[in-house]
């Protein structure tokens, strides 16, 4: 993949100071307006931004934004524009999840299920967390790591309708990958995470949380949840 292929990935979790809820009904107005333009305008330096709502779902978080663009620079950018605008000034930066996107080394043709980077329509729940595997996983041969990845996407394929994006977070953040899933189903995504925990690639799991549970909605309407409108 070339550096003009490039897709990197963030899931920035955005926390609300509940003193802004005692701002005035014009001022909160005002701040959500800011906020929302400055979101959007990000899509002028190439970053495109999917907005999710965690109000009262996750500690620290009441907002989760799924963010990708061609580098990293100018994912700061953007977020730099979006903390110093309206709303953005009173969001602290809860959770923050970097990744690239790049070829599976176990899947020679992935499908839009294996490695989705959200083209097309989105579902309505993203769940997103970091994920690291052990220093015994990497010093397995090519074959046994191979064999036990090969149990995993088949358990995976038993549940098409939901798709994962994986990012690689090596030399770029704590984790060794970013993992991402979207589904409109919870009751079979939740029958898929327990599967996917009997199957012997557990064994090598070092971490796989804080996981984020984020609901789809325009950016308008987050704002109008939080009080802004």
Partial sequence: MSAADQVYVQALGLGLDPAWRRRTDEERHDDGCRFAESV???????VRTICYSSIGLEPGVDVLL???????????????????????RWFTVAESFIGRIGPSQYVRKPTEQEQSVFSGERSRYLVV????????????SKEARQ????????????????????????????????????TDDLVAFGDLVRALRATESRRSTVSDTPILLGIHRPVDEIMTLLGAS
């Fill in 129 to 140: 967390y970091p994920f690291t595997k052990s220093s015994e996983w990497y010093l397995l």
């Fill in 147 to 182: 064999g036990v990845m090969n149990e995993h996407m088949r358990v995976g394929h038993e549940y098409p309708t939901i798709r994962q994006a994986l990012a690689y977070s090596f030399g770029l953040d704590s984790q060794d990958f970013v993992v991402a899933y979207e």
């Fill in 66 to 88: 799924w963010r990708m663009a061609p580098t990293v620079d100018a994912l700061e950018t953007s977020a730099s524009a979006i903390l110093r605008s309206g709303l953005g």
């Fill in 40 to 46: 959007e305008a990000g899509a002028l330096d190439g």
